[in-house]
C-alpha cells in the first residue's frame, strides 16, 4: 500500500511571495489532515478535512493561508504571502475513517520543508 | 485541554541497554494516547496506540508502551536499543473535545543510542 506522498520536498522563498504544497492520502481515506510543525516543537494541526469539506480550521491563519480538497482526494495548501515565521515542515497526513471513530490512526506523509528568506 | 508533556529534550541509552521515553497527559475523560518517530528529513511513522484495554501495548520496531491511569503516563520502552533507534519520538493524545480527529503533539523526545 502506497504512502502519504506529498510535494516538493523542499521549498525556498522570499517573504510576500506565494507557495503552495501538494498531498495525495492513502487511497480510500477519508480524512485529511494538515500540520505544521515548527523546528523544535511538535506539530501542530491546521486543517482537516472529511472527503472534500473542512471539518476544522480553526488554528489556520486565514488571512494569508487556504486549503481545498476539491475531490476528496488530493490536497493543496496555499501560503499568500509568506511570512518569515512560516518557515516549518508541512506535514500531510490521512485517515481511513470518519470523525467519530475514536480508533483512528494517522499516517503522515514525508513533509514540504519551507524556508522563508 | 488535551495536552501531553515529554520532560526529556533528550535521551542518551547505549546500544543493547534498555530504553524509556516519558510522557504523561492531561485528558478530560478517558485517554486516546499514540506514540511517533520521526527520522531526519522524514515524515512521521507510527508505532503504536491505546486505546483501551491492556496497559502494556506493543506496537512496531520492538517498541511497547505502559499505560499509567494513576500516574497519568504513557512512557515508550524497548528492552534492549539498537543505534537505529536514534530519533526524535512525539507523544500525542487524541482531543476529543472538538469531536474531531486533531491530535496533540508533545514537544518530542530526542533519543541518542551510542555503540
Known amino acids: 500500500e502506497a504512502g502519504v506522498a506529498q510535494s516538493p520536498r523542499y521549498k525556498i522563498i522570499e517573504k510576500r511571495q506565494s507557495v503552495a504544497f501538494w498531498c495525495n492520502p492513502i487511497s480510500g481515506h477519508a480524512t485529511l489532515y494538515w500540520y505544521q510543525q515548527i523546528l523544535g516543537q511538535g506539530p501542530k494541526l491546521l486543517i482537516q478535512?472529511?472527503?472534500?469539506?473542512?471539518?476544522?480550521d480553526s488554528q489556520l491563519p486565514k488571512d494569508r493561508f487556504s486549503a481545498e480538497r476539491l475531490k476528496g482526494v488530493d490536497s493543496t495548501l496555499k501560503i499568500q504571502p509568506a511570512k518569515l515565521e512560516d518557515s516549518a515542515v508541512y506535514l500531510c497526513?490521512?485517515?481511513?475513517?470518519?470523525?467519530?471513530?475514536?480508533?483512528?490512526?494517522?499516517?503522515f506523509g514525508p513533509g514540504t520543508r519551507l524556508t522563508v528568506l | 485541554a488535551q495536552s501531553v508533556a515529554q520532560p526529556e529534550d533528550q535521551v542518551n541509552v547505549a546500544e543493547g541497554n534498555p530504553l524509556t521515553v516519558k510522557c504523561t497527559y492531561s485528558?478530560?475523560?478517558?485517554?486516546?494516547l499514540f506514540w511517533y518517530v520521526q527520522y531526519p528529513n522524514r515524515g512521521l511513522q507510527f508505532l503504536l496506540k491505546y486505546i483501551t484495554g491492556d496497559n502494556l501495548v506493543k506496537g512496531s520496531y520492538g517498541f511497547e508502551a505502559e499505560f499509567n491511569k494513576s500516574q497519568t503516563s504513557f512512557h515508550l520502552k524497548k528492552p534492549s536499543a539498537l543505534v537505529s533507534d536514534s530519533a526524535l519520538y512525539f507523544c500525542a493524545v487524541r482531543d476529543l473535545n472538538t469531536g474531531f480527529q486533531k491530535l496533540v503533539f508533545g514537544t518530542g523526545t530526542r533519543l541518542l543510542v551510542s555503540p
Open positions: 478535512f472529511q472527503n472534500n469539506g473542512v471539518v476544522d
Open positions: 497526513a490521512s485517515s481511513s475513517g470518519t470523525s467519530g471513530s475514536r480508533i483512528d490512526t494517522q499516517y
Open positions: 485528558v478530560s475523560g478517558n485517554p486516546y
